[in-house]
């Protein structure tokens, strides 16, 4: 990811300050005594110390130790997984369809009109699927970030959209093989290609004849990019301000 | 319990079983600390899991969805090859031409791929699948012209067609790493319909203003019934034609109306691509009407 896509000036501490809660779990730890007691503790109270620290989560929502919100295990959290990362695709196009005319071409301007209809598609078709199979474990609306310039000319619009799809469509590939429900599995692969067919349009408006290069098409194998969710959420957390916990995704 | 003997023992009636395992040192590498790999090692639970592992998606129905795949990417293959022979395509723009070159270069490593995955599992690869040469000589122009008669105009069917091909099986790779594969080669073939429908003036996915949104491909369900042409390959059977390219409902879920907020029916089509069962895709109305000698 090229340096532009960075964020900048983001502030970890005052975001993360109120899903750290030291007093709280220190006191714990001074009730729970010390060594084997202690430890065979730790999980228990974990657990329901986040809980206490995070009023503000609806149900389901764990935090892990280090204070990130856990995207859940099993097809949940695959789900959790692509929710987040479609709530991220179509905040950005949703801010990118409401810039001025201008910015954009024509053809490109009516073009991302209808992209962000399709992410926000996505994005409420996830949050009404968890909703429904899997109430009280749906990921919370997230605040996203973005590096100060990436609204103000064409060409951060367009490096941005095309680092998102890719690693959308590197995030599906990578999760397919989590899911244990077939018909989730069928739903990540009638999205999974209309973001693929997104970030070759993209590619082609960065650079034309790139939309399926070398650069992210295995020359070789013939193979789009694959990514674990945890490699993902790396990317995808530089744009997210909670921060995300995708270690137990498919697990 | 005895670890490497069991190993050893499997490979004198299974000469591939050390080949499915990424290595020993790579099977140990996975169990974590050294403390849990004495414990884990010898456990029955471990050996079942990992014998689980190694045999995910061999068992027959994993070569036949890699057949089926490589069937589907040889007639690619075969249908790029003589677009590139043709005299439309020499007359082609250098851009244009640059895009079918790398279209057909993933095509031909699909090939190969394919062909190594299902050798390796111990299954003669399918051959001989070719795009009706009598079909092929009715497509005159690169891309002007009556939509489904030019070059570009089939490539965009097969391409789309290629797209729902691989979703409709993908299920019955689940939890295996040929699904990654597959999803990988599914991804790259949509890249490929999104640039096919960019030089044709089309938007990047299946939409009601195509020019050929009334085609069969798009528009048609096909019905238990049908007598696809199966070159050797098993066709699951199924009872209900899968979703057409119109559909706006997803999972039960009415996309127009049901998320909270309304959508066209347009943009809710346009979100999801669909699936095709093989033997709608080997029907005669799709890639089943193209394949021949």
């Known amino acids: 990811m090229s340096d532009n896509l960075q964020p900048r000036g983001s502030d970890d501490t005052s975001f993360a300050q109120p899903l750290y809660t030291p007093i709280k779990r220190r006191s714990f730890f001074m009730y729970a005594g010390a060594t084997a007691g202690a430890s065979a503790l730790v999980l228990a109270g974990c657990s329901k110390d986040s809980n206490n620290a995070t009023p503000s989560l609806p149900a389901g929502n764990s935090v892990t130790s280090s204070g990130a919100i856990s995207l859940g295990s099993g097809d949940v959290g695959v789900l959790n997984f692509a929710y987040a990362l479609e709530q991220l695709e179509a905040d950005f196009y949703s801010k990118v369809a409401a810039l001025p005319q201008g910015i954009l071409t024509g053809s490109e301007y009516a073009y991302f009109q209808e992209v962000a209809k399709h992410e926000a598609i996505h994005r409420d078709f996830f949050k009404a699927a968890l909703t429904r199979d899997a109430s009280g474990q749906v990921l919370r609306g997230l605040t996203p970030k973005y590096p100060a310039a990436t609204f103000t000319d064409r060409t951060n619009i367009l490096a941005t959209a095309k680092a998102f799809e890719d690693l959308g469509v590197a995030a599906y590939n990578g999760a397919g093989k989590l899911i244990k429900t077939p018909a989730y599995l069928v739903i990540a692969g009638q999205i999974v290609s209309v973001e693929a067919r997104h970030a070759a349009y993209i590619r082609e408006l960065v650079t034309p004849g790139s939309f399926a290069a070398d650069d992210i098409v295995n020359a070789t194998s013939g193979l789009d990019d694959q990514k674990s969710p945890t490699d993902v959420i790396v990317i995808a957390q530089n744009f997210i301000t909670e921060k995300l916990d995708a270690s137990t995704v498919g697990k | ?293």
């Open chain 2, 1 to 293: 319990m005895d670890f490497f003997k069991i190993i050893d023992q499997l490979s004198e009636v299974d000469a591939d079983v050390l080949g499915r395992f990424n290595s020993r040192r790579a099977v140990f590498g996975s169990l974590g600390t050294a403390a849990k790999r004495s414990a884990l090692a010898a456990t029955p639970l471990f050996l079942g899991a990992l014998f689980q592992k190694a045999y995910a998606g061999t068992a027959a129905t994993g070569v036949e969805v890699l057949q089926y795949a490589l069937a589907l990417e040889l007639f690619e293959q075969d249908f790029y090859a003589k677009v590139k022979a043709s005299s439309p395509y020499a007359n082609a723009s250098a851009a244009d031409k640059a895009a079918i070159d790398q279209i057909k270069k993933h095509e031909d490593s699909h090939v190969t791929l394919l062909r190594g995955a299902i050798s390796g599992l111990g299954a003669t690869p399918v051959t001989g699948v070719t795009f009706k040469a009598a079909v092929f000589a009715g497509l005159t122009t690169f891309k002007s012209g009556a939509a489904a008669t030019t070059q570009l105009g089939i490539a965009q069917l097969l391409e789309d067609t290629g797209v729902r091909a691989y979703k409709g099986r993908a299920g019955e790779l689940l939890g295996t790493d040929l699904l990654t594969v597959a999803l990988q080669i599914h991804s790259v073939e949509a890249r490929h319909a999104a640039k096919i429908r960019d030089m044709r003036g089309q938007r990047a996915w299946v939409n009601p203003a195509d020019d050929l949104a009334a085609h069969p491909v798009y528009t048609s369900g096909v019905t238990a019934g049908s007598t696809p042409a199966a070159f050797g390959l098993v066709v699951p059977a199924y009872t209900a034609a899968s979703p057409v390219e119109n559909n706006t409902t997803q999972s039960g879920v009415d996309i127009k109306a049901g998320l909270g907020a309304t959508y066209t029916a347009s943009d809710a089509a346009a979100a999801f691509d669909e699936y095709l069962q093989v033997a709608e895709v080997l029907d005669n109305s799709r890639a089943g009407g193209l394949i021949g000698a």
